[in-house]
């Protein structure tokens, strides 16, 4: 074994293939850096990295290669007081591993401070309680692989969980369960194909740490908000005991799933990291380089300036942590060919400052970057911070998670009184959240339900969270449901109550997949998949949180409608436009408009309609006689009328004028009979048809050839 200078980029350790690895590291506060190869009876040999350019320290190493465990030891200043943790005593992961092996135990050596006196360093030695960095390198035939490339406009989101989607699955191995492996089996993929899903947005995957405080509880991180390497998936969701092991697996996932023409979209946590405050464990960043990893109090370098509620903030003004990201983006695009991201708490990364700066330093880099600007773009548009609440103000290229479309339609089925405007203009792509500074309608990622909060069964089956499992009370996750007057709260034998439940599942499946944006489903809602009234799963990795593939006849029903729901969506050009429907909320000229909105009576829609309390019923008129976007074509599409009946009671719709169309068939109808209906029924022009309380009906006219 022989160390020399070797390079400082590309950071990280990174295998020749031949004879030896490159090992570099970023930390612009040490005096001296050493790189520890682990043995696997827990030994520990010590080189010290030779150089060091720019901050970064770097060294290579001969006859080292693929399955070595690696951390490294930094010395330097130790000053909480100005933000300075350097402590030789603790074993740090890298940043970059490609692989990390093992999890963090909860030994009170993993603490960077001394216990009685933070001012102190702890001189624990925290080897054999750390993860520890695998080499890899190994060679994987992708034979041929390429992204499926699905347009925005095109797409269906699948949020889900590497663990809970596959856990109970009856047709997966039990030894693929809960693993990559596990969600490339072909009857997992098949699910995802006949329901129509384009891509699937895996909750996170990187590397992520367990929390001590749930561990003692025999509870767990299952969400896996917790990251600690941004460059390895997460090895607990892998089926092979190997180091590195798990790289492999990962990639054969997406393959079979690229191979299925699914998307892989990774659900990203670059806004902090799981070392938590300045009480938190030294595992990795803080031990490294604390001040240029962390965002400090301005006033006090000892304490943390959190804008996630999790004890810390990534410094996203700092050249390093920008590299970080981007370096991490890219691998996953290039090397593990995944489609695109998911930022959670996004606004977190635009605060290059105090304030959120749509115009900040990361996003100015990822629309110049040559890979990553041509990827799948996605933010949670919120973090805890002041003025974090940024739904409509991230720039082009992005996407969004739109909470303000969940909060919407969620109130107009619900019956609230004046909900109607609010749902009409969400429905119709959220044109006054995105137009203004010419976004199109995929900008809106329109979601009803997503890991965080209640699944669509729950949410029309209790008024209140029952959380008391997660051993906080019932304090945590969002406490205010509102009546959804679905009958008694919980399970039930009434059958009223069920059918109503389940017709509300119906109205909001449709309405999501009806709805001009990109539709995201939640794994299990297509299924009738219940949490037991638990809204706030992050701890719970049990049967609570996986899917139950065990379909009662309900599941079996909601399920098939779900599927055609979203074959409607695919079939219907209308429905999937790339521009926002022209056509003014009162516009009476209407036939020759791009969409028109048709009170039950047929008659277009006045500003004193809009403006009534109680209205909750309206037609919504596509028209297909012009393509997509905008502009007259000899293949035109069909048209379609969307007749939505949020009230109690029964409603007698009347279809519009001749000039709309003179001839209509039901198309999907959520109504108790609707799977009657759903049989391409004809409707003449001003017939009238009663809507069933609470439901909604498609209809389709075929287009007018030109």
């Known amino acids: 074994m022989e160390i020399s200078a070797g390079r400082p980029y590309p950071l990280g350790a990174t295998y020749d293939g031949c004879s030896g690895t490159n090992f570099a590291l970023f930390s612009d506060c040490a005096e001296k850096v050493e790189l520890c190869l682990i043995g696997e009876a827990g030994t520990e040999q010590r080189i010290a990295l030779p150089e060091v350019d720019g901050g970064v320290w770097h060294g290579r190493v001969t006859g080292i290669g693929p399955g070595q465990r690696y951390g490294y030891r930094v010395h330097g200043p130790w000053n909480p007081a100005e933000g300075l943790r350097c402590n030789p005593a603790k074993l740090l992961l890298d940043p970059y591993a490609r692989a990390v092996d093992g999890q963090i135990d909860g030994d009170p050596a993993l603490t960077g401070h001394d216990a009685e006196d933070p001012d102190r360093p702890d001189g624990r030695d925290s080897l054999g309680h750390v993860p520890l960095g695998v080499v890899t390198g190994g060679e994987f035939d992708w034979e041929g692989d390429t992204h499926p490339g699905h347009a925005f406009h095109d797409s269906v989101i ?17 030894e693929l369960r809960g693993t990559y492996a596990g969600v490339a089996h072909p009857a997992v993929v098949e699910h995802l194909k006949e329901l129509g899903v384009t891509a699937i947005e895996l909750m996170p995957v990187h590397q992520f740490t367990q929390d001590g405080f749930l561990t003692d509880q025999g509870l767990s991180n299952y969400w896996g908000y917790n990251t600690i390497g941004y460059f390895a998936p997460h090895n607990a969701y892998a089926s092979t005991g190997s180091p590195g092991g798990q790289v492999t697996e990962f990639k054969a996932m997406v393959k079979a799933l690229h191979r299925a023409g699914i998307e892989v979209i990774l659900d990203v946590v670059y806004n902090h990291t799981a070392e938590g405050n300045d009480k938190g464990p030294t595992l990795s960043f803080r031990g490294i380089d604390n001040p240029s990893y962390y965002r400090l109090a301005d006033d006090s370098p000892a304490h943390y300036f959190d804008t996630t509620g999790t004890g810390n903030s990534l410094l996203m003004r700092h050249p390093a942590v920008l590299q970080l990201i981007m370096d991490s983006l890219r691998y996953w695009v290039t090397e593990m060919h995944v489609d695109g991201f998911r930022f959670d708490l996004a606004a977190t990364l635009a605060r290059q400052f105090h304030e959120v700066d749509k115009l900040s330093a990361f996003f100015d880099i990822v629309h110049q970057d040559p890979v990553i600007s041509r990827v799948k773009l996605i933010a949670e548009p919120w973090d805890i911070g002041e003025g974090g609440y940024q739904v409509g103000n991230f720039p082009a290229l992005w996407s969004e998670w739109n909470g303000r479309y969940r909060d919407a339609v969620r109130s107009f089925w619900r019956g609230d009184p004046s909900s109607l405007p609010e749902f009409a203009a969400r429905i119709a792509g959220s044109a006054d959240l995105y137009q203004s500074d010419r976004r199109r309608p995929r900008a809106g990622i329109n979601f009803i339900t997503a890991h965080d909060g209640f699944t669509l069964r729950d949410l029309v089956s209790y008024n209140d969270r029952r959380n008391e499992a997660n051993g906080e009370g019932g304090r945590d996750g969002e406490s205010d449901n509102r009546s959804w007057n679905c009958g008694a709260e919980g399970p039930t034998d009434d059958q009223g109550v069920l059918a109503l439940r389940a017709r509300q599942q119906r109205n909001m499946l449709a309405t999501l997949c009806l709805s001009l944006g990109v539709p995201m489903i939640s794994h299990g809602d297509e299924l009738g998949r219940t949490q037991q009234g638990n809204n706030n799963v992050y701890c719970q990795d049990n049967e609570l949180s996986w899917i139950d593939w065990d379909l009662d006849p ?43 909105w048709l009170r039950p009576d047929g008659d277009c829609m006045t500003q004193e309609d809009w403006d009534r309390p109680d209205a909750r019923s309206i037609t919504v008129y596509l028209c297909g006689d012009r393509d997509t976007d905008g502009t007259a074509r000899d293949a035109r599409p069909d048209s379609l009328l969307l007749m939505y009946n949020a009230a109690d009671e029964d409603t007698v719709f009347r279809l519009p004028p001749a000039a709309y169309g003179e001839r209509w068939t039901v198309a999907l109808d959520t109504s108790p009979e609707g799977d009657d209906a759903d049989d391409e029924s004809e409707l003449k022009a001003t017939a009238a048809t009663v809507l069933a309380a609470r439901s909604m009906r498609v209809l389709r006219r075929p287009a007018v050839k030109p």
């Open 554 to 596: 309900a599941g079996t029903e909601l399920l098939a409608f779900a599927r055609r729901a979203l074959a409607l969506r695919r079939d219907q050009p209308v429905l999937r436009r790339r521009r926002f429907p022209q056509g003014a909320p009162t516009d009476a000229a209407a036939p020759e408009a791009d969409i028109v």
């Open 158 to 174: 699948y949020e889900a969980h590497v663990k809970g989607l596959t856990s109970r699955h009856p047709d997966v191995p039990a």
